[in-house]
C-alpha cells in the first residue's frame, strides 16, 4: 500500500509553493483540498484542480498531470464568495463499481464555479472548508 498521507502532504507543499508568491504580505494559508474535479466523469485526471483557502482569498489551481500546480483559475475575495457543499450530488459508474462525489459550489464576483470531490477523506476536509468560508475564521 501506498503511503498516502506523504503523498497529500507533498501535494500541498507543491501548491503552497505555488501560491505563496501571489499573496498579499499580511496573507497567509488555511487550508488546501489538493484534488477536485471541475466536472463529474469517470476519468480522475480530467480537469483537476486545487482550492486553496487564504486569509484573504480562495484560489481555484489548475492541477496538471502528477497534481503539479500551473495556473491560478480564480482568485475570489473571502468575504465575496458564497459556498454551498453537498456530499452526496452525483455518481459514477465505472468498471470498478459506483463512487459517489460530493459537490462543492462556490460563487462570487468571478462567476460561479462547481467542484467534485471524491474520496470520504476529502469531502470531509471540503466540509470544513465550506463552514470556515461560510463563518470566517480558520480551521
Same mark, same amino acid.
Given at each position: 500500500?501506498?503511503?498516502?498521507?506523504?503523498?497529500?502532504?507533498?501535494?500541498?507543499? =507543491? %501548491?503552497?509553493?505555488? *501560491?505563496?508568491?501571489?499573496?498579499?504580505?499580511?496573507?497567509?494559508?488555511?487550508?488546501? &483540498?489538493? $484534488? +477536485?474535479?471541475? =466536472? %463529474?466523469?469517470?476519468? *480522475?485526471?480530467?480537469?483537476?484542480?486545487?482550492?486553496?483557502?487564504?486569509?484573504?482569498? &480562495?484560489? $481555484? +489551481?489548475?492541477?496538471?498531470?502528477?497534481?503539479?500546480?500551473?495556473?491560478?483559475?480564480?482568485?475570489?475575495?473571502?468575504?465575496?464568495?458564497?459556498?454551498?457543499?453537498?456530499?452526496?450530488?452525483?455518481?459514477?459508474?465505472?468498471?470498478?463499481?459506483?463512487?459517489?462525489?460530493?459537490?462543492?459550489?462556490?460563487?462570487?464576483?468571478?462567476?460561479?464555479?462547481?467542484?467534485?470531490?471524491?474520496?470520504?477523506?476529502?469531502?470531509?476536509?471540503?466540509?470544513?472548508?465550506?463552514?470556515?468560508?461560510?463563518?470566517?475564521?480558520?480551521?
Amino acid at each position: 500500500m501506498w503511503p498516502l498521507k506523504s503523498f497529500e502532504a507533498r501535494r500541498q507543499n =507543491r %501548491l503552497a509553493e505555488f *501560491v505563496r508568491p501571489k499573496l498579499d504580505p499580511n496573507e497567509y494559508i488555511i487550508a488546501i &483540498l489538493s $484534488v +477536485v474535479c471541475e =466536472r %463529474l466523469t469517470s476519468s *480522475v485526471w480530467r480537469g483537476v484542480v486545487a482550492v486553496v483557502v487564504t486569509s484573504q482569498r &480562495l484560489f $481555484v +489551481v489548475r492541477n496538471m498531470i502528477l497534481l503539479r500546480p500551473t495556473k491560478i483559475l480564480a482568485a475570489y475575495p473571502r468575504g465575496g464568495v458564497t459556498v454551498e457543499w453537498n456530499p452526496d450530488a452525483g455518481s459514477v459508474s465505472s468498471q470498478y463499481g459506483t463512487y459517489w462525489f460530493g459537490r462543492l459550489r462556490l460563487a462570487g464576483s468571478l462567476g460561479a464555479k462547481e467542484l467534485w470531490v471524491g474520496r470520504r477523506w476529502r469531502q470531509d476536509h471540503a466540509a470544513r472548508i465550506a463552514l470556515l468560508l461560510k463563518h470566517g475564521g480558520e480551521l
